[in-house]
Nanobody
Framework: QVQLVESGGGLVQPGGSLRLSCAAS????????MAWYRQTSGKQRELVAT???????DIADSVKDRFTISRDKAKNTVYLQMNSLKAEDTAVYYC??????????????WGQGTQVTVSS
C-alpha cells in the first residue's frame, strides 16, 4: 500500500503565503507523477498543479503566476508554494500520486486533504 500525507494548510490573510507538503510512503517502486488538486463545496475537484518524474511542471492558468510546484524525489515529497493568496483560493487541497508499487502494480493514490482558508 501507498500513503500520502499532506500538511501545511491553515488560515491566512489575503495576500499571504502558504506552503503545502505531501509525503508519499509505503511500498513505492516508482512515482510517475505527483499533483495537487483542490475542491470547494458543491464543485468538482480542480487540478492545480502537476510535476512529473522528470521534473516537468504544469500549473493551472488560474494560479500560474502565484503558485509553484516542486518535488524532493529522495523524500518522495511534493510541495505547493502558494503566494499572493486570494479568497477564491479557499478550498480543501488534495495530493495525488501516480505510483508503481513494489509488486509493479500502478495505481492512483490520494491524500486525505488539507484545508486552506484565505480570509481577513
Amino acid at each position: 500500500q501507498v500513503q500520502l500525507v499532506e500538511s501545511g494548510g491553515g488560515l491566512v490573510q489575503p495576500g499571504g503565503s502558504l506552503r503545502l507538503s505531501c509525503a508519499a510512503s509505503g511500498r513505492i517502486s516508482f512515482i510517475y507523477r505527483m499533483a495537487w488538486y483542490r475542491q470547494t463545496s458543491g464543485k468538482q475537484r480542480e487540478l492545480v498543479a502537476t510535476i512529473t518524474s522528470g521534473g516537468g511542471t504544469d500549473i493551472a492558468d488560474s494560479v500560474k503566476d502565484r503558485f509553484t510546484i516542486s518535488r524532493d524525489k529522495a523524500k518522495n515529497t511534493v510541495y505547493l508554494q502558494m503566494n499572493s493568496l486570494k479568497a477564491e483560493d479557499t478550498a480543501v487541497y488534495y495530493c495525488n500520486a501516480d505510483v508503481r508499487d513494489t509488486l509493479y502494480v500502478r495505481n492512483d493514490y490520494w491524500g486525505q486533504g488539507t484545508q486552506v482558508t484565505v480570509s481577513s
